[in-house]
């Protein structure tokens, strides 16, 4: 038997511009196993600096039009803990509210359009949408809710504008947000009845041990805040991230890759989430996790995508929570903290991909001198690699379709590559 | 032969994917539209690939590598009617912010080993080739995509809007942020189609349409300026969005 490759220059229906390079030697020895992202770079980290801390979450927005959400939580909150502000309890709902329908949108986005077709026999949505009608249409459906559950909150779906530091600057009626309910409830009938179709898909397997990180907190299911933790015993405030997690520049890639000190590569996301905080989720995601026979030991990348399903319905069944309690009857004050002396702060959040991280230095007159934003595919690029690794002999060996299987490995990650580029540490003194 | 259908396009340079978001976000619309349209190129959605020629294409992102460059040119070549899809097109939006800071810092402050690094100054597509229609916004709003599309589709001009945003705020009935609360909103120097939504929500417009035609940025300033405001945040207002443009260059500093 010869050598076989898979070389894809520029892999579809993923988020950015990546690329992958995979050669198994005759007798299955692995040569080459690259994940390399050439999304050209913004330099986010260095243009940020000399610019005001109430405007960092608005530019840090631009990181990535899919989850801009996510990263425009993680800034804000990483500006409030170096500025020691307080938010309301109105506040921190709010933006619950609005992570999790950036869940609900970007998990649609990624299973039904990116991921399905592969397991159907399609290029696209669109050429499934003939024969899978009810499927695309269920999709485009529980998107919508989303992205107007995001417009009524955050003013805009794609980078929201009420969202500043402090607070809100303004917030929707609750007369606006009852009309959703009826429309939660019917997305989630719809989305428990699609996952035994999903759950239905000939999926390939990878059993790779891996350790899985996400942040985790008491009360609830984490969305905005948390504590780092792993399935193999991490366990650390979100100040001290850079104590445990390392970053390095490869030369094949244009987005550095993220390690655990010490230790190796980890996977951020879906599953590591329902992994290690399962005992959280709703009655309707966990008949879902039970319908899709999802395992909580599990660590195959390829259970990211019924991972994915079930989170859809755990946001579902959260917002429906959120939008009954929520009373709306407190103007919002944007709260304000102390100014005059140079700070520090940062924090830790889960993009629907995974665990984002922000960090920021301020100047004693609020402006930006140092940035650090890890992404959940920076933080996931060097594990799509290994995984590379493990899978890419079995699909020989048993005579799969090596660049097919391959692509469908990294679009089980979801990678968001625009964001991943920006991976990177804007170091002091430069 | 049965009809054949306009033939569109997507394509992304340096951006962050939200106006190809924007345009997903098509949801009642996008089912019909992909019936009148046949997809030959959207590397975000579909894994077919079209070379070409294309009778309809949106280029999303700003040009920062010589191989964007290369093949901006080519898809120009091949594409009957060429949009240039949000700010990062237009204009280089939020990330040109970088182009007032030089190359080797930027790269150098960045990556530890710069020698791998193909980036430079970064431009909107117009820069570099004709762009048959502008689509301005961070996103352009959902509407105005629908509106570029199907104007490209009939062979007509889209109606976008060139009046400020402060038309849109008015129809809205907001409060002036402006002249009412001091905040320095740039809705008088900005282009209109997003709804005014900043000021409905009682915040200040940031300028993410890039400038009006004929818009007085120096006035503007002046007015921030004398409402307290200092001279590097007024620079950082208009150093944002649109801080290359010719309207917004003077305001956005040197």
């Not at chain 2, 942020?177 to 997003?194: E, F, N, Q, W």
Request: glycine letters at 8%; one cysteine or more.
């Amino acid at each position: 038997m010869s050598s076989r490759r898979a070389n894809v220059c520029y892999i579809a229906r993923v988020e950015g511009q990546g690329s992958i390079n995979v050669e198994v030697g005759s007798a299955g020895e692995v040569r080459r196993s690259e994940f390399a992202i050439f999304e050209p770079m913004r330099f986010f980290e260095a243009f940020l600096r000399g610019r005001k801390f109430s405007e960092v979450h608005e530019l840090a927005s631009r990181v990535c039009g899919i989850c801009p959400i996510a990263h425009q939580i993680a800034a804000l909150r990483a500006v409030e803990n170096a500025f020691g502000i307080q938010v309301s309890e109105q506040t921190r709902e709010l933006r619950r509210l609005l992570g999790l329908s950036a869940w609900i949108q970007s998990h649609c986005l990624s299973v039904f359009f990116l991921t399905a077709p592969d397991y159907l026999g399609f290029d696209g949505a669109i050429s499934m949408a003939g024969e899978h009608r009810d499927l695309v249409e269920l999709a485009l459906r529980t998107k919508k809710l989303a992205n107007d559950i995001g417009e009524l909150v955050g003013g805009r779906a794609v980078h929201p504008i009420s969202a500043v530091v402090g607070g809100f600057t303004g917030i929707p009626a609750k007369e606006e947000l009852q009309p959703l309910l009826a429309r939660l409830q019917r997305a989630r009938k719809e989305v428990l009845g699609a996952a035994k179709t999903i759950a239905g898909f000939d999926y390939p397997t990878l059993d790779l041990q891996s350790e899985l990180v996400c942040i985790s907190n008491e009360d609830r299911y984490a969305v905005n805040e948390g504590r780092l933790v792993s399935n193999m015993g991490l366990d650390a405030a979100e100040g001290e991230y850079r104590n445990f997690i390392i970053e390095k520049q490869v030369r094949h890639s244009n987005a550095k890759q993220s390690r655990i000190a010490g230790r190796g590569t980890f996977m951020v996301g879906p599953l590591a989430r329902v992994v290690l905080n399962h005992a959280q989720l709703t009655p309707g995601a966990r008949k879902a996790m039970k319908d899709m026979e999802l395992d909580v030991g599990s660590t195959d990348p390829f259970m990211n995508i019924r991972a994915r399903v079930v989170e859809i319905l755990y946001a579902i069944e959260e917002s429906i929570g959120i939008i009954r309690r929520l009373r709306l009857d407190v103007a919002e004050q944007p709260a304000r903290g102390r100014t005059g002396v140079p700070c520090a702060g940062a924090a830790l959040t889960e993009a629907p991909r995974g665990l984002l991280y922000h960090s920021y230095a301020f100047d004693k007159s609020g402006v930006v001198t140092a940035a650090d934003i890890v992404p959940p595919t920076a933080h996931n690029s060097a594990h799509v690699e290994d995984s590379l690794r493990a899978f890419s002999p079995k699909v020989v060996a048993r005579g799969g379709d090596l660049t097919l299987q391959c692509e469908m490995l990294i679009r089980a990650y979801d990678p968001c590559i625009s964001c991943s580029v920006h991976a990177v540490v804007l170091r002091e003194g430069v | 032969m049965a009809d054949k259908k306009p033939r569109l396009a997507v394509f992304k340079f340096t951006g962050c994917a939200g106006c190809q978001m924007e345009l997903l976000r098509l949801e009642d619309e996008l089912l019909q539209i992909a019936e009148k349209l046949d997809v030959g190129y959207f590397m975000m959605a579909q894994s077919t690939v079209d070379l070409g020629p294309y009778d309809l294409c949106l280029v999303e992102g700003s040009v920062s590598t010589p191989r964007e460059l290369e093949e901006l040119k080519k898809i120009r070549a091949a594409s009957q009617v060429l949009i240039a899809f949000g700010d990062c097109a237009v204009c280089g939006c939020v990330p040109s912010i970088r182009n007032w800071i030089s190359q080797h810092k930027a790269e150098s402050s960045v990556y530890e080993d710069t020698a791998p690094i193909m980036s430079f100054r970064l431009q909107g597509v117009a820069e570099y080739v004709p762009v048959d229609v502008v689509l301005p916004g961070c996103p352009p709003h959902k509407n105005l995509i629908l509106e570029a599309i199907t104007s490209a589709l009939q062979g007509i001009r889209p109606d976008l809007k060139y009046h400020p945003v402060c038309v849109e705020c008015k129809l809205r009935e907001n409060v002036c942020i402006l002249r009412s609360l001091g905040k320095a909103c740039m809705g008088p120097v900005t282009r209109a189609g997003c709804g005014a939504i900043c000021p409905t929500y009682w915040r200040e417009c940031e300028g993410c349409y890039g400038p009006m035609s004929d818009a007085n940025a120096e006035y503007l300033a002046r007015l921030f300026k004398k409402n307290g405001m200092s001279d590097d945040d007024t620079v950082r207002k208009f150093r944002k969005y649109a801080g290359m443009t010719d309207e917004f260059r003077t305001e956005a500093g040197t």
